[in-house]
């Protein structure tokens, strides 16, 4: 290993005692009798300070020579320095170019000349060295982190289910279609029914975080081809049940955010406020009214447009979910009401900018579920695989798929998509 | 929520309160004057009494109609039992069917039948209610936690890269194609160009756990179509620095299953065997020697044959390391040595029965890397989103892949990788 220490396990207390850093040349300013080298690595900088009278001259003409970003291995003493970053400067002994940067850049990476997303993610490799990029990319680990930890202490087991499937999940939702020898399979667009399959296997709780795949033509700064869904399913739970799971989830994800991630949060320049519990529950009817009293024009029956969301959002202010939706706009899966069958047990959870969640409990029934598929215009058939899960002992069950990437964006307050996913997949972009 | 407990959340010393227990009709034993139901949940049994003289009828006739392997709520007072599991009975107020199964079953679930393993992922949903595919389950999941953990401890941060590609990663294996929108994509066959870029791109320390394809033929019992890869990537350390890191991952990976899944282990009939650190290195030189010894044909340069495989594995008898690979038999990212180009910085991590990871030093320099390329017939041009990152300041760099199923079925005894995946994918199956 080279390295012996980040930029930021460096301290003024550490005066004198000798340590290698490693990253790339930030900054190099000659001001003739000192020479400051600013290193750059993944947690901070490091001042390097070269006095011309007590420099080796071989180090010097390196650091001469240097070209801004350029990787370097700088071996040297620290010296408390109270003007410099973390309160010391490093006096070299040895400087090493490990990688070599060609000029120009092919994008500023200081932050001083601001560049379109679309350059930014034809060099993600340049953007990623931007602490803005570079904090979001952070907070995202630490996100998929709290997640998986909250789902484990709530009794949920991690699946991985395919994604070359042989059926389309839903229907409606575009799929990518692909050759899978000599058969004809689809990327999966969502592991809805095999974490129902689960149900019937017994496993209970299950949560799944992993691609989903949609071959919708929109081109808008909220939808991606490819995306992650953090899935979840559990046995002897309702629809209200998993809201609360949810809720939850969220609150967490929120506070862990804001508590292990100050530094990331505070380069985006913002304070994170933790939803309050619970949150708001409004009927799809109540939803409707909202949309009419704005002047609106909306069917009872209708999906709620884009439009729509925003006018609800703006009433509401905070996340809220939506809840007893019409049957006939919901998949298959999700279970009418008994006394009232045109309503369903599904909900969604919105952020006043958009959809994060959609859920619901699910038809358990193999009568019922059959007749639900066949009624949304599908070929019963085809779910023979799935359909027979539910013939030998399918307990009742809940769930719901929520957007990682949504939830990011709007918990960071980012307007493009494509911000938080590093290397994004849509209409027109399939590189990197 | 219907439940108020487990199975196994329920001790003797509740004796004489009310609970509530949601699960499978395991067994129905019905011997006159008392009635056994024994209900099985994700955590093990209950037994459920019913006593011909007390019991109310209504219950009595519900039990009996019962078909195994329906879904019951049983609610009910603890009684404490000692020669029922867990030491307790409950005796039930009353039982509700929550799901009702159809007989006969499409298999067999006690472990009494034995059914091949072509018939067991058919109903993979029956198959998952055996104790022995449930506790590979649960073990998956330990496995994965562990994995995360320990990566996170060491510095490395999740990253989640495309699974639609423009470019093809490696050449040589064969990959599937796809139409994205009107241009042809691939499924990727690794993330390894991509966790490249975030070494350029400055993060240091990443890791990636998913989905990796391979349209590759052979229909064996440790190959599938779409795997799950634990890729790291990690600048400034060499192959021998990323070595320690997977050795030491292993052995917290085993110590944890041991530790955690006590009880699945203990399903499985088996005692895990912690590896001892550090693993023993062996060259390739080594490795051919002891092929020839053991009167094997093998040409300096050859690839090991499975059968070789197993001739060293037998010889060293716990994991190892081969080290100092034939440069043109690695792929055109493993780094030559300087003073001996023909072999490079590449290593397998073995386990007697078979490989479990690749990994090397990487070529970072742009020049050696776009030569290395060519010199194995691929198209450099075609890799310009990758090589450009190679241009602006590219630390070196070294990782690995490790097979998950692999690193499952080795470390439980398994014969068939199929068996530690829920729904598997090979040359004939794409369903369920």
Redesign the interface.
Known sequence: ???THYSTQITPEMDGSSVTI????HEIRDLGGITFLIV???EGLAQVTLFKKTIDKNVLDIVRGLSR???V?VTGQVKKEAKAPNGYELVPMSVTV?????SP??MDTTGKVDADLDTRLD???????RPGT?AI??I??LV??SV?EFL?REGF???????????ATEGGTAL??????E?E?F?NQSPQL?KQ??M??????VFEI??I?R?E?HDTRKHL??A?SIDTEA???DHE?VMVILENLIVYVYSNVAERGTEYLKTLGMELKIPDLPFKRITYDEAVDIVRDSGEQIEWGDDLTTESEHTIGKTIGEHYFIVDWPTKIKPFYALPYENKPEICRAFDLMHPRMELSSGAQRV?SYELLRSRIEEQGLYADGFD??L?????????HSGWGLGLERLIMTMLGIENIREVV????D?RR???
């Not at 060099?123 to 060295?129: K, W």
């Open positions: 290993m080279i390295r490693c990253g790339w040349a750059r690595d993944r970003e350029s990787v291995a490990l990688g070599k940067a060609e850049l092919p060099v993600r490799f340049m953007d990623m060295r570079k990319f952070r995202r680990h998929l982190k998986r484990d087991i991690e699946i991985i289910t395919p994604k070359i499937v042989a059926t990518f279609p692909m050759t899978y020898f058969r399979a990327l095999f399959l689960m019937s296997g017994g496993f209970d709780r992993g691609p795949f071959a033509e081809n490819e992650i046995s002897f739970l049940d358990h695989f799935y027979k899960a539910f013939r030998y002992g399918m307990p009742p590093l290397f994004p997949r209409r399939l590189s990197p």
